[in-house]
């Protein structure tokens, strides 16, 4: 070999210049192309257009109010009432006695200090808003709109300023309305509140501690039910937050995914013996199976959660019998493929025993394709576990189609929030699962 | 007497084996009779009388189609854009999130002599990456960019990013480093090596894994359209919501569909199959 080598020469300068112009070509060409490829969808996308569209203030807005909740101090002009609430909900309005110290409550009139200088005055239907470095804002609301005094000078961008309404947010955290109907300020806080119980409730603002001496103590808070279960009961009923209905579309998601999964598992790997060559002689039946698979992948996820809407309503199992729809196509032709490349020997050997047909599959073929099934059911288990959110969302149920709904809504981003990680929680969790599932079967660890 | 004890014990460990997969078996069977008795109660229709009109709805658009004859084609190659700008959005999305996703995995793999302390952070944040729900990133983005294709691009890249590096840094760890030790011994940089020793040896695999991908992208973008990202499925649900009389539509997005998804996976399929040997990529 050594010695044939030195025979010939090392190279023949025409191939190499072949492969190198060759592989000039590749090297200037593909990226020429990828950067072809995305300067066109870059304009077909309309980028530039979105980008001067683009409200980045949303996204301030959102992740203000996703970590924060604000307190409304509001007058109502026309019945004359003067009410604090979180949120401006009735069913959190403080009591006159309770009222938060930065609020000053006079008959209907009010002082409400903002921190660092900022300060509003009500009288009447007059609002004064001083602010530190400008001045003082006099609005007076009129039976036609509001009338307002600017101190002198530009006005500034953070006030919104026409005959109808006024608004002002010199800072994220404090802003003032104006209409002729109401005057509203709004102090901003960090924090989601009401968060564990309702306002209203008796175990409203309670510490942990509080509440757990509670729940072995004898004396009953609501003589017809336990404490225990009163905490749960107001825990999970709370109308802010609707954690017992948070828990039950999370719970509705993750029951598509397993159901989905498992269904798909149970149909795909009988289904794939008979795509396999080595299973089954007959052609056109591997022909028909292998079509049937293809079909069931090919009308994908979204077109069957369509069908499957129309005629069986919302709920996980819709989302359920999507997903096993969909996946006893894919699982089932990972499973033909390593049903095709098992080992024969095994078989034989188990044949050579005088095993019956069953036996050697039992024996022969099953513990072959084991470690496949099983991490590849797992693998989909995983990934439809984020699948179930996204087919919930079309309008299947489940945490999806929650999240869609309160985001339409865009009232409380903090509810968004809650939602989002709550969400992605479950999704890591099934992640770990079942890759520690996986290790544990599959590699014994 | 000594055989008879062996003969004892393995008979023992066979039943208590045996013992487990029943068991094994007998759960999975009760999770699912449990789930879908469960899952039948809580959805708005039930099973049985959701299985009458199981072809009421297909039956209904397939009628439709049929009676807008050759005009059906017509509503067919009329769809064709749309589903230009799904494929696109898969495409870019695959392009940008596969790129990051080369980086992110020549950052987390030993075995590429990747910076030691930089491994487990890219590692957890490419888990983090695989687990974040597309929709939940398409949604924000959509609220803030507002309706349009890029919010979709940008979530299946993000998901693309995480999902690929992980299969790209197993790849990174199988390859044979020998390759990296004759560069060093000439003085090579750690780009270099990457360059010339890492990449020739990766990059059927990359290739086709990036080809997996797209196939997914591809079905990811679709559904992410029904949510207002655009492509042909915002347009399936603008027929959808025509309900009645759109029929003929819905059923020529549905046809464009299936086929574009077939011929991405054959055509994947395929060149997947010249890359790697065997045609499978898993």
Redesign the interface.
Same mark, same amino acid.
């Given at each position: 070999m050594a010695i044939d080598t030195l025979n010939e020469p090392v190279f023949d300068p025409q191939t190499v210049y072949q492969t190198v112009r060759k592989r000039a070509w590749v090297t200037i060409g593909v990226p020429l192309a $990828?950067l072809f490829?995305?300067v066109y &969808?870059w304009f077909? @996308? #309309?980028?530039p257009d979105?980008l001067s569209?683009?409200?980045?203030e949303?996204?301030a807005i959102?992740a203000t109010d996703s970590v924060a909740y604000k307190i409304h101090v509001t007058k109502l002009l026309r019945r004359d009432i003067m009410e604090v609430a979180i949120e401006g909900e009735r069913r959190a309005t403080y009591d006159a006695e309770n009222l938060p110290d930065w609020v000053e409550v006079n008959g209907t009139d009010a002082f409400v200090d903002l921190g660092k200088g900022y300060e509003v005055q009500i009288t009447g239907k007059v609002m004064e808003f001083s602010v530190p470095d400008y001045g003082v804002i006099k609005v007076t609301a009129t039976n036609n709109g509001v009338n307002t005094e600017l101190p002198p000078g530009p006005v500034p961008d953070w006030i919104l300023d026409n005959p109808k309404k006024f608004d002002a947010r010199p800072t994220l955290d404090r802003r003032v309305q104006v209409t002729k109907t109401k005057i509203e300020v709004h102090n901003y806080f960090g924090g989601w509140e009401n968060f564990w119980f309702p306002f209203h409730s008796e175990l409203y603002g309670m510490s942990f501690s509080q509440l757990w001496a509670l729940a072995l103590s004898n004396e009953r808070l609501d003589p017809s039910q336990s404490n225990m279960s009163l905490i749960m009961h107001e825990f999970l009923e709370n109308p802010d937050w609707q954690h017992g209905e948070i828990f039950t579309a999370l719970f509705?998601t993750i029951?598509?995914a !397993?159901?989905g999964t498992? &269904?798909a598992a $149970?149909f795909g790997l009988p289904l794939a013996f008979l795509a396999a060559r080595n299973f089954t002689p007959s052609k056109i039946l591997r022909f028909g199976t292998r079509r049937l698979f293809?079909f069931l992948?090919?009308?994908?996820?979204? $077109?069957w959660s369509?069908? @499957?809407i129309?005629? @069986?309503?919302? #709920?996980?199992? &819709?989302g359920?019998l999507a997903i096993a729809f969909t996946d006893t196509g894919s699982l089932g032709k990972?499973f033909s493929?390593a049903l095709e490349?098992i080992d024969n020997k095994q078989v034989e050997g188990v044949r050579a025993t005088g095993a019956s047909q069953i036996q050697r599959y039992r024996f022969g073929v099953i513990p072959q394709i084991l470690p496949v099934f099983v991490s590849?059911v797992l693998y989909y288990l995983e990934s439809n576990t984020?699948s179930a959110? !996204?087919i919930g969302?079309?309008g299947a149920g489940g945490i #999806?189609l929650m999240?869609?709904e309160t985001?339409k809504t865009?009232r409380d981003w903090e509810n968004t929030s809650y939602i $989002?990680v709550l969400?992605?929680v479950v !999704?890591?969790a099934m992640?770990q699962t079942s890759g520690w599932l996986r290790r544990r079967l599959i590699e014994g660890k | 007497m000594a055989v008879a004890a062996l003969e004892q014990e393995i008979l023992s460990l066979r039943k208590r084996r045996q013992l487990y997969s029943l068991m094994g078996l007998l759960l999975v069977v009760a999770v699912l009779i449990s789930g879908y008795s469960k899952s039948n109660e809580m959805n708005s229709g039930g099973f049985l009388q959701g299985l009458s009109k199981f072809f009421d709805y297909p039956g209904e658009i397939v009628l439709e189609a049929w009676e807008a004859g050759p005009a059906f084609f017509g509503l067919i190659v009329k769809f064709i854009p749309a589903m230009l700008e799904t494929l696109n959005i898969a495409g870019v999305a695959t392009l940008l999130g596969g790129a990051m996703a080369v980086v992110l995995a020549m950052a987390s793999t030993r075995n590429v002599d990747s910076w030691g302390p930089l491994i487990p952070l890219v590692r957890r944040m490419m888990d983090i990456m695989r687990a974040f729900p597309e929709l939940i990133i398409a949604l924000f983005l959509i609220f803030v960019l507002g309706s349009s294709p890029v919010p979709a691009m940008i979530a299946v890249a993000f998901h693309t990013a995480g999902a690929l590096g992980k299969l790209f840094s197993e790849v990174n760890e199988n390859i044979d480093r020998k390759p990296i030790e004759g560069l060093s011994a000439c003085g090579a940089s750690w780009l270099q090596r990457i360059r010339f020793a890492v990449m020739p040896q990766v990059a059927p695999n990359y290739l086709s894994y990036f080809l997996l991908r797209l196939e997914i992208n591809v079905r990811a973008s679709a559904i992410l359209g029904f949510v207002g990202a655009g492509g042909i499925g915002q347009e399936l649900r603008r027929t959808i919501g025509w309900g009645k009389g759109a029929g003929d539509e819905t059923a020529a997005i549905f046809v464009l569909l299936f086929v574009t998804i077939m011929l991405i996976d054959q055509l994947s399929s395929y060149l997947r199959g010249k890359l790697v040997g065997a045609g499978r990529a898993h």
């Amino acid at each position: 070999m050594a010695i044939d080598t030195l025979n010939e020469p090392v190279f023949d300068p025409q191939t190499v210049y072949q492969t190198v112009r060759k592989r000039a070509w590749v090297t200037i060409g593909v990226p020429l192309a $990828i950067l072809f490829y995305l300067v066109y &969808t870059w304009f077909a @996308f #309309g980028v530039p257009d979105l980008l001067s569209r683009a409200q980045p203030e949303r996204a301030a807005i959102l992740a203000t109010d996703s970590v924060a909740y604000k307190i409304h101090v509001t007058k109502l002009l026309r019945r004359d009432i003067m009410e604090v609430a979180i949120e401006g909900e009735r069913r959190a309005t403080y009591d006159a006695e309770n009222l938060p110290d930065w609020v000053e409550v006079n008959g209907t009139d009010a002082f409400v200090d903002l921190g660092k200088g900022y300060e509003v005055q009500i009288t009447g239907k007059v609002m004064e808003f001083s602010v530190p470095d400008y001045g003082v804002i006099k609005v007076t609301a009129t039976n036609n709109g509001v009338n307002t005094e600017l101190p002198p000078g530009p006005v500034p961008d953070w006030i919104l300023d026409n005959p109808k309404k006024f608004d002002a947010r010199p800072t994220l955290d404090r802003r003032v309305q104006v209409t002729k109907t109401k005057i509203e300020v709004h102090n901003y806080f960090g924090g989601w509140e009401n968060f564990w119980f309702p306002f209203h409730s008796e175990l409203y603002g309670m510490s942990f501690s509080q509440l757990w001496a509670l729940a072995l103590s004898n004396e009953r808070l609501d003589p017809s039910q336990s404490n225990m279960s009163l905490i749960m009961h107001e825990f999970l009923e709370n109308p802010d937050w609707q954690h017992g209905e948070i828990f039950t579309a999370l719970f509705e998601t993750i029951m598509m995914a !397993v159901l989905g999964t498992l &269904t798909a598992a $149970i149909f795909g790997l009988p289904l794939a013996f008979l795509a396999a060559r080595n299973f089954t002689p007959s052609k056109i039946l591997r022909f028909g199976t292998r079509r049937l698979f293809d079909f069931l992948r090919g009308i994908d996820m979204l $077109i069957w959660s369509l069908i @499957f809407i129309r005629a @069986f309503g919302l #709920g996980p199992l &819709t989302g359920a019998l999507a997903i096993a729809f969909t996946d006893t196509g894919s699982l089932g032709k990972l499973f033909s493929e390593a049903l095709e490349n098992i080992d024969n020997k095994q078989v034989e050997g188990v044949r050579a025993t005088g095993a019956s047909q069953i036996q050697r599959y039992r024996f022969g073929v099953i513990p072959q394709i084991l470690p496949v099934f099983v991490s590849q059911v797992l693998y989909y288990l995983e990934s439809n576990t984020r699948s179930a959110t !996204v087919i919930g969302a079309l309008g299947a149920g489940g945490i #999806g189609l929650m999240l869609v709904e309160t985001m339409k809504t865009s009232r409380d981003w903090e509810n968004t929030s809650y939602i $989002i990680v709550l969400t992605i929680v479950v !999704v890591i969790a099934m992640d770990q699962t079942s890759g520690w599932l996986r290790r544990r079967l599959i590699e014994g660890k | 007497m000594a055989v008879a004890a062996l003969e004892q014990e393995i008979l023992s460990l066979r039943k208590r084996r045996q013992l487990y997969s029943l068991m094994g078996l007998l759960l999975v069977v009760a999770v699912l009779i449990s789930g879908y008795s469960k899952s039948n109660e809580m959805n708005s229709g039930g099973f049985l009388q959701g299985l009458s009109k199981f072809f009421d709805y297909p039956g209904e658009i397939v009628l439709e189609a049929w009676e807008a004859g050759p005009a059906f084609f017509g509503l067919i190659v009329k769809f064709i854009p749309a589903m230009l700008e799904t494929l696109n959005i898969a495409g870019v999305a695959t392009l940008l999130g596969g790129a990051m996703a080369v980086v992110l995995a020549m950052a987390s793999t030993r075995n590429v002599d990747s910076w030691g302390p930089l491994i487990p952070l890219v590692r957890r944040m490419m888990d983090i990456m695989r687990a974040f729900p597309e929709l939940i990133i398409a949604l924000f983005l959509i609220f803030v960019l507002g309706s349009s294709p890029v919010p979709a691009m940008i979530a299946v890249a993000f998901h693309t990013a995480g999902a690929l590096g992980k299969l790209f840094s197993e790849v990174n760890e199988n390859i044979d480093r020998k390759p990296i030790e004759g560069l060093s011994a000439c003085g090579a940089s750690w780009l270099q090596r990457i360059r010339f020793a890492v990449m020739p040896q990766v990059a059927p695999n990359y290739l086709s894994y990036f080809l997996l991908r797209l196939e997914i992208n591809v079905r990811a973008s679709a559904i992410l359209g029904f949510v207002g990202a655009g492509g042909i499925g915002q347009e399936l649900r603008r027929t959808i919501g025509w309900g009645k009389g759109a029929g003929d539509e819905t059923a020529a997005i549905f046809v464009l569909l299936f086929v574009t998804i077939m011929l991405i996976d054959q055509l994947s399929s395929y060149l997947r199959g010249k890359l790697v040997g065997a045609g499978r990529a898993h």
